[in-house]
């Protein structure tokens, strides 16, 4: 089955959209002027916990974070 629908550049490139949207994102903070810039890259730092189920019910969660950067 082909389509002739056009094809986003970020997945003609072999990117995902997270992908292509962290590239932006970067490329946006680092355009900033202080004090904007400084404040963003604060903000770019995430958090998150990660668990595992088995049997129907959670382990304890991992605590990661991830700076966004590729």
Known sequence: MSSNAAVPFWR???MTY???SNICANLV???L???YKS???SREKV???VSKWIDGK???PTIRSDTGAQ
């Open 12 to 14: 003609a490139a072999g």
């Open 47 to 49: 958090h998150f916990a």
């Open 39 to 41: 404040e963003s890259l």
């Open 18 to 20: 997270i992908t292509y």
């Open 58 to 60: 959670p382990e304890k």
């Open 33 to 35: 002027k202080e004090p």
């Open 29 to 31: 903070r680092n355009c």
